[in-house]
């Protein structure tokens, strides 16, 4: 047996606060093969989102991981700094959708539409001056057009 592409081990993440540290997620552990399509379910606040970000290293400045490993491709990750998570797995190798994602964009109509319903909505510019921040947009966020 091969082994897991992506593994969480006994996960605990906690937030620093005003009144103590709070655990967010607590002891999480799960695998996830090449191939394998991995789906998290669980009520609002236990922890789905505060996991993935961990897991790409996007936790709030008063996030940490306290204790346990994430494993990806044989490599543990959870200390990479964030330049190097940036540089070799951050958008690259593992992204996050979040769980509004459905609401903000429409799957079945073209970015670039929807951008100039949102750029006709919110400002006068011409439709060929959206088009042209739209794309100077995608370039500084290493999209292609």
């Known amino acids: 047996m091969s082994e897991p592409l992506l593994e969480v081990d006994d996960l605990t993440v906690q937030y620093e606060t005003d009144d103590g540290m709070l655990t967010a997620t607590s002891n999480a552990s799960f695998s996830i093969s090449e191939g394998e399509f991995f789906g998290l379910a669980g009520e609002s606040g236990s922890g789905k989102s505060t996991l993935a970000k ?23 990750i959870q200390d990479l700094s964030d330049k190097e998570l940036s540089q070799r797995i951050r958008w690259k190798e593992i992204s996050w959708i979040p769980q509004g994602a459905m609401s903000s ?41």
Do not use: C, W
Not at 54 to 76: C, F, H, K, P
Not at 121 to 139: A, M
């Open 54 to 76: 961990a897991i790409i290293g996007g936790l709030d400045d008063n996030g940490q991981v306290s204790s346990g490993t994430i494993t990806y491709r044989g490599e543990e």
């Open 105 to 145: 964009l429409d799957p079945l109509q073209r970015v670039s539409e929807q951008a100039l319903e949102i750029g006709n909505v919110h400002t006068d510019l011409p439709d060929e001056e959206i088009r042209d921040k739209l794309k100077e947009t995608f370039d500084i966020v290493g999209l292609q057009e």
